[in-house]
């Protein structure tokens, strides 16, 4: 996995690239500035799973791991990390 930059780095790329978004800061509140909707993350969570091979169980969904870019990044690698254990 890569580490922490980078994986929000890519992130960045995905809400621009794939999202058609500007990037938001890594530690901006994605809900509070409307960039987050429901559609927004429901396109966001394939996207994770494309891009990271992260795939997160509906009932394994807490909306605050994906409230800035920081925080999908650190539940990202975390999935990674248990993953290849």
């Known amino acids: 996995m890569k580490d922490f930059t980078d994986v929000c780095e890519r992130l960045q790329s995905i809400f621009h690239q794939e999202l058609q978004i500007d990037p938001?800061?890594?530690s901006d509140d994605l809900v509070?500035?409307?960039?987050?909707?429901?559609?927004m993350f429901?396109?966001?969570?394939?996207?994770l799973e494309e891009e990271f091979g992260a795939r997160i169980a509906i009932q394994d969904?807490?909306?605050s791991d994906?409230?800035?870019i920081s925080k999908i990044a650190k539940l990202v690698t975390?999935?990674?990390?248990q993953h290849a254990a």
């Open 42 to 47: 429901v396109t966001l969570l394939m996207h």
């Open 24 to 26: 938001p800061a890594f």
């Open 66 to 68: 994906f409230s800035t």
């Open 32 to 39: 509070e500035a409307g960039i987050l909707d429901s559609m």
């Open 78 to 81: 975390t999935i990674a990390s």
């Open 61 to 63: 969904i807490e909306m």
